[in-house]
């Protein structure tokens, strides 16, 4: 069983830069694609970013390319969200999410995910 634990999140000022990191527990940890959700209340669930476990392929919501980099560190089972140029619309809830599934539109679809973290929240004051 997989399990996954964010951290980093915080308040920032628009502008600043922030990272999250998502710590991935488990024997398949290694085989697993880990990506980044966030949600504010009364909307969706969304997408934000997502990296491959197989050939460590990355993935970006239009809203946060060039800004985001997702990147993993193997050895420690762990994936940053690096989030720079944060602004008043980045705030919300932050998801670590796992799935085996390894490339393709999937995963840009939160259904994709059978493990989720409690989230980390990231405020950003304008």
């Known amino acids: 069983q997989v399990q996954v634990v964010e951290s980093g999140g915080g308040l920032v000022q628009a502008g600043d830069s922030l990272r999250l990191s998502c710590a991935a527990t488990?024997?398949?940890?290694?085989?697993?694609?880990i990506a980044w959700f966030r949600q504010v209340p009364a909307r969706a669930r969304e997408f934000v970013a997502a990296?491959?476990?197989?050939?460590?392929?990355?993935y970006y919501a239009d809203s946060v390319k060039g800004r985001f980099t997702i990147s993993r560190d193997n050895a420690k089972s762990t994936v940053y969200l690096q989030m720079d140029g944060l602004n008043a619309e980045d705030t919300a809830h932050y998801y670590c999410?796992?799935?085996?599934?390894?490339?393709?539109?999937?995963?840009?679809?939160?259904?994709?995910?059978?493990?989720w973290g409690q989230g980390t929240q990231v405020t950003v004051s304008s």
């Open positions: 488990g024997r398949t940890a290694s085989r697993q694609t």
């Open positions: 999410a796992a799935t085996t599934v390894a490339y393709g539109l999937a995963l840009l679809r939160s259904n994709s995910y059978a493990t």
């Open positions: 990296i491959s476990w197989n050939n460590g392929n990355t």
